[in-house]
């Protein structure tokens, strides 16, 4: 340290170029501030933590620049600043690894829209509502009465499902019916009876199994993406209550079993 003061020049003209580079310095550290928060400002899901964080490593930088630049005009060698900044921002890389990649994400969900507040989103084993968007996370309300809070970088590296983006979702059900010759427009009549079932998308009534004592159908339906559990319910209901009361014994469930296993051919 010592070697290094004994290389600065020090002068009347040095002395009055580190005043205006440091007037200028401070000058331009204050608007590059005000052009921060106003780019931070076109994000409002972002928290004030973020867009103050971002404000300051613009204005830090800033700094940094023109403190490099006032000691060139002692003569000094600036490479100790230099590395002080490299350590710095190695340091500051490592440390807001995480919240950058966040932040970046949050940018990305901003302008593009794969997800707003209210939509029914589906990532993992996580199933919810979405109640708030902000620079770090994606706050969802699950079914179970869970607050999850998702990464944003998490939308952008794993596949989710927006069940709420073409305002429907499709459900359906099976009816295994003992009797031959099931009416499948009493079927079709008790689901679109439904409270909650649309009008507008058509129900499919698709045979499975038909046999002389033994008939199984699915049944698809929509209905609004965040009342999938309730009007399915309703319609297992529907549809049995309208089986019995013409006197065939049926099973209605809104879980069909897999498949049975199949032998393997024998040669």
């Given amino acids: 340290m010592a070697e290094w003061w004994s290389t600065l020049d020090i002068n009347g003209w040095s002395i009055a170029g580190i005043v205006v580079t440091l007037l200028a310095t401070w000058i331009l550290a204050r608007l590059s501030r005000r052009g921060a928060r106003a780019a931070m400002a076109r994000v409002p899901s972002l928290d004030d933590g973020v867009r103050l964080l971002a404000e300051r490593v613009v204005g830090y930088t800033v700094w940094l620049i023109g403190i490099g630049i006032a000691l060139s005009f002692l003569g ?38 794969p997800v707003g507040v209210g939509d029914e989103l589906e990532v993992g084993d996580v199933v919810g509502v979405v109640t708030e968007l902000n620079g770090r996370s994606v ?5 179970d009465g869970r607050t999850v809070h998702l990464p944003n970088s998490q939308l952008l590296t794993e596949a989710f499902s927006n069940n709420s983006a073409h305002g429907a979702r499709r459900s359906e ?23 909650g079932v649309h009008r507008r998308e058509t129900i499919q009534l698709r045979p499975i199994t038909i046999g002389p004592d033994r008939e199984v159908y699915r049944v698809r339906f929509w209905h609004h993406p965040a009342n999938g559990v309730a009007v399915t319910a309703a319609v297992v209901d529907a549809v049995a209550t309208a089986l019995a009361e013409r006197g065939i014994g049926a099973v209605v469930t809104s879980e069909p079993p897999p498949p049975p296993l199949v032998a393997p051919t024998e040669f």
């Avoid at 060698?77 to 950058?100: H, N, T």
């Avoid at 706050?139 to 079914?143: A, E, L, P």
């Avoid at 009816?175 to 079709?188: D, F, M, Q, Y």
């Fill in 76 to 113: 000094g060698s600036v490479q100790p600043i230099l590395a002080i900044a490299l350590v710095v921002a190695v340091v500051l890389v490592f440390v807001l690894r995480g919240i950058a990649d966040n932040f970046a994400a949050s940018v990305v969900l901003q302008t593009r829209h």
């Fill in 139 to 143: 706050i969802v309300r699950s079914y």
């Fill in 173 to 195: 059900i099976e009816v295994r019916a003992a009797a031959s010759g099931t009416p499948r427009e009493l079927i079709v009549e008790a689901v679109s009876g439904t409270h």
